[in-house]
């Protein structure tokens, strides 16, 4: 895993976004921070580990919210990050792939199996539910084919074994979970999230990617 942290000295207040798989942090790089909050920044979850987050225990009050694949992400470190003054869950469960609570397991395995540049833009167009949206998502910086399939792969790997039931290991506050989701079935989100008492906010119009729904960190967190 990778992580980028913009550290201001004085600050006594961190939000953590973890983001989805394939991306960078360009993808909610529009969203105005918090004052007085650093901002750490984690993708590339083919490998994932304790050791991979800075030290993080000077903070008074910390702010996560982790979108799509990286939800998974975020809770498996769960025990690795402090205790969170607020943890939102964007489009995305603790079981990435499952027929019932994530990604169908054939889907997820063909995506992983058929991935090419082409299935690449197919697999974008879904994500962002239309061409205005698509235009601005692919102003962002990319990251390889390749790259990418490196890290699906690995991810593959980490939740392919997991238990028939996961509970969630963070104390998430809620999950926003769209109503067009085309990625992760929204279904399956809310069934995964009201199966384990977590409120869940429906956008009724919006796909699997809604970040350039909001102008602030403080709208997604009800700061």
Not at 54 to 74: C, D, H, I, K
Not at 166 to 175: D, I, M, N, V
């Amino acid at each position: 895993m990778q992580t980028d942290i913009i550290h201001q000295a004085g600050n006594d207040r961190l939000l953590i976004f973890f983001t989805g798989w394939g991306t960078t942090p360009e993808v909610a790089r529009h969203l105005e921070l918090p004052k007085g909050c650093d901002y750490l920044t984690a993708y590339d979850y083919r490998e994932i580990a304790p050791t991979d987050l800075p030290p993080l225990t000077s903070y008074q009050e910390v702010y996560m919210v982790a979108w799509s694949m990286g939800v998974w992400a975020m809770d498996q470190l769960a025990a690795a990050l402090p205790r969170p003054t607020v943890a939102v869950a964007i489009n995305g469960t603790p079981m990435p792939m499952h027929d019932l609570y994530g990604i169908p397991d054939h889907i997820f395995r063909g995506t992983l199996q058929g991935l090419d540049d082409a299935n690449r833009q197919r697999f974008n167009r879904r994500m962002c539910g239309g061409k205005k949206l698509l235009a601005v998502y692919n102003t962002f910086a990319a990251r390889s084919t390749e790259d990418l399939k490196a890290e699906l792969y690995g991810t593959y790997l980490q939740v392919k074994d997991l238990p028939e039931e996961t509970p969630p290991q963070l104390s998430w506050s809620k999950a926003i979970v769209s109503g067009k989701d085309l990625i992760v079935p929204t279904a399956n989100q809310l069934r995964y999230w009201e199966r384990h008492g977590v409120p869940c906010r429906t956008l009724a119009g919006a796909g699997h990617y809604p970040l350039m729904e909001y102008r602030s960190w403080e709208e997604i967190l009800d700061l």
